[in-house]
């Protein structure tokens, strides 16, 4: 199980500057144990949300619209390439820093705006992940995702 056909990348980086307000795109930031520079998120188990770039596409699917733009979704990160939930309970290199996820990521309420009647249940599974932050270090666009090695895991 700790085998992967290869490590993910950061596609996309969001910021909320505080809460409610539209996520802003960024090519890189500052990961801190309170969570990405700029975005209105604290120190804990919800520091940083992750989601699977190529659940968007089974999103807008479920949700019968075209596409979902990440910013949309309210997550500070979208990675492609890498089954993120096969991550879980194990620390994960992203570029500098290293995380945990805590628990999946839920829809919020606003998705079923956001997305029209029924976008609640589409993110239903889809979400992605919360995590916390072990290792605070800068992250930015094409990074590597990887499950952490040895190295890592002495923290």
Same mark, same amino acid.
């Given at each position: 199980? +700790?085998?992967?056909?290869?490590?993910?990348?950061?596609?996309?980086?969001?910021?909320?500057? =505080?809460?409610?307000?539209?996520?802003? $795109? %960024? =090519?890189?930031?500052?990961?801190?144990?309170?969570?990405?520079? @700029?975005? !209105?998120?604290?120190? @804990?188990k919800r520091a940083l949300?992750?989601?699977?770039?190529? !659940? /968007?596409?089974?999103? +807008?699917?479920?949700?019968?619209?075209?596409?979902?733009?990440? =910013?949309?979704?309210?997550?500070?990160?979208? %990675?492609?390439? /890498?089954?993120?939930?096969? /991550?879980?309970?194990?620390?994960?290199?992203?570029?500098?820093?290293?995380?945990?996820?805590?628990?999946?990521?839920?829809?919020?309420?606003?998705? =079923?705006?956001?997305?029209?009647?029924? @976008?609640?249940?589409?993110?239903?599974?889809?979400?992605?992940?919360?995590?916390?932050?072990?290792?605070?270090?800068?992250? +930015?666009?094409?990074? $590597?995702?990887?499950?952490?090695?040895?190295?890592?895991?002495? /923290?």
């Amino acid at each position: 199980m +700790a085998r992967h056909a290869g490590a993910g990348r950061v596609a996309w980086i969001g910021l909320r500057p =505080e809460r409610l307000a539209d996520l802003v $795109s %960024v =090519e890189a930031a500052e990961l801190t144990e309170a969570g990405l520079k @700029g975005d !209105h998120a604290r120190k @804990g188990k919800r520091a940083l949300t992750l989601i699977q770039a190529e !659940h /968007l596409a089974v999103i +807008a699917a479920l949700a019968g619209i075209g596409e979902v733009p990440p =910013e949309v979704l309210r997550r500070n990160l979208v %990675v492609s390439g /890498l089954n993120l939930t096969a /991550l879980r309970n194990h620390p994960v290199r992203i570029g500098e820093a290293l995380i945990e996820f805590t628990a999946p990521c839920a829809p919020c309420s606003r998705m =079923e705006a956001a997305l029209g009647h029924g @976008g609640y249940n589409a993110m239903r599974g889809h979400g992605g992940w919360c995590a916390r932050v072990l290792d605070p270090g800068r992250i +930015a666009v094409g990074d $590597s995702v990887a499950r952490a090695g040895p190295r890592d895991q002495a /923290l």
